[in-house]
């Protein structure tokens, strides 16, 4: 098969959908990769490093996108992308079609077969290709949460690991899936005192199982939650309702109870945010300060460290591009029903009911698209 990658062209995005590896990987079994020139630059991946994988390098993305047979992205395509996706092409990238509908009529239109990372499944109940992205969000968030609370920036002017004679920080993770192990653990590790609160007593169970000792666990009931909040140093906002918009866990009233200079990072900001106060922010001016807590609400944090965040998606992604390489999309999304589960649209339909329910779109099953 003919692998194509353009450069990514969203504003301040950094990642690319092809580490060299993955390159490698794809002309070790015998396809061909074309690379849009200067692609992998904003991830530290020079034009060298994938001409020594074996892939071959052109000027503009109009040749990559003429020239291969599956495209792999990160971001979904803009206007300006989806007017050169053809009949037959396969698209595999991150596409978020459901608050979308003029990019799902773009992609329906086009006829091209569109994978979504983000629909794609596991066998434990979980999204593979988008948890690496919660893992670099959940281990950044005690990192951007130290500079906050650093004095110059607003903060209280506190050391999350505290100095022999002085107490660490407080840290109150809300909502222990994955972003919220990830920053208790960074954060535990940079010796403050961590509190992980949740809804679910399983994932609580699992998490005083696994890490007992390293942090604390707490049932996020309001009482419990308002109580440790006020304590805290800092606040990280990490919980998930799949499908639904983020709760909010603390109102603008409740912020008048919080140690002055303390700071909240909500990670969940891609989801409407969980705290009342919260509004996106970007990383050229990440921090705003309501009622004098400081908030940092980025809504796509994996931008901040885009070599770590190319690495850990082309890994996670690699074994499914392969496959859709080396069987085809058809015979790959047979074998796999988890990859099946990511097929949104193909040949002019949309293929993923939840898409269809937002948009008031008529729906192919996946499994009669394969019978197409
Ligand atoms: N800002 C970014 O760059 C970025 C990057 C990655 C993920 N995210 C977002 O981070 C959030 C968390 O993602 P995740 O992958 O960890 O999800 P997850 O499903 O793994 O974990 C969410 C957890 O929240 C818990 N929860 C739900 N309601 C709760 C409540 N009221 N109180 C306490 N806990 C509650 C759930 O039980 C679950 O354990 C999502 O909104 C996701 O979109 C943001």
Redesign the pocket.
């Known amino acids: 098969m003919h692998i194509g990658c353009p450069k990514e062209i969203k504003p301040q995005e950094f990642r690319v959908g092809l580490t060299p590896n993955a390159a490698r990987e794809a002309v070790a079994h015998g396809h061909t990769v074309t690379m849009e020139a200067g692609a992998g630059v904003g991830a530290g991946f020079t034009d060298a490093d994938y001409a020594d994988a074996g892939a071959q390098m052109v000027g503009t993305a109009a040749e990559v996108f003429a020239a291969a047979d599956m495209i792999v992205k990160v971001k979904e395509p803009q206007a300006i992308e989806r007017k050169m996706l053809r009949e037959g092409q396969i698209l595999f990238t991150y596409l978020h079609l459901a608050p979308d509908p003029e990019q799902t009529h773009d992609l329906i239109a086009s006829g091209a077969t569109c994978i979504a990372y983000e629909t794609v499944t596991d066998d434990r109940g979980g999204l593979p290709l ?2 690496p ?2 893992e ?3 281990r950044l968030a005690p990192q951007v949460g130290a500079w906050t609370l650093q004095k110059a920036n607003g903060g209280r002017g506190v050391l999350m690991g505290g100095v022999p004679g002085v107490g660490p920080a407080k840290v109150v993770v ?8 990830h920053a208790a653990k960074i954060a535990a590790g940079m010796g403050s005192d961590v509190t992980v ?4 007593l399983p ?1 609580l169970r699992y998490l005083d199982d696994v890490f007992g000792g390293q942090f604390k666990t707490s049932y ?1 009931s309001a009482g419990n ?1 308002i109580e440790l909040v006020r304590e805290a140093d800092l606040v990280v906002g ?5 499908g639904a918009a ?2 909010k ?1 603390i109102s603008r009233a409740q912020l008048s109870e919080m140690k002055p200079g303390a700071a909240l990072v ?6 409407g945010g ?1 705290f009342e106060t919260s509004k996106a922010t970007t990383h050229q001016d990440p921090i705003y300060d309501v009622d004098g807590i400081m908030h940092y609400c ?6 901040a460290v885009a070599r770590t965040s190319t690495i850990a998606l082309g890994n996670a992604t690699m074994p499914f591009m392969l496959a859709l390489a080396d069987k085809g999309w058809r015979q790959a999304c047979e074998d796999d029903p988890h990859l099946l589960n990511g097929l949104n649209v193909h040949a002019g339909k949309l293929t993923y009911f939840a898409v269809g329910k937002a948009l008031g779109i008529d729906v192919l099953s996946p499994q009669l698209a394969l019978k197409a």
């Open positions: 988008l948890a992205m919660s670099v969000a959940g809300i909502g222990g899936g994955v972003v919220g192990t609160l949740d809804r679910s994932r996020a939650t990490a919980v998930l309702i799949p983020a709760p866990l909500d990670v969940a900001i891609d989801q969980c980025v809504a796509n944090m994996p931008g």
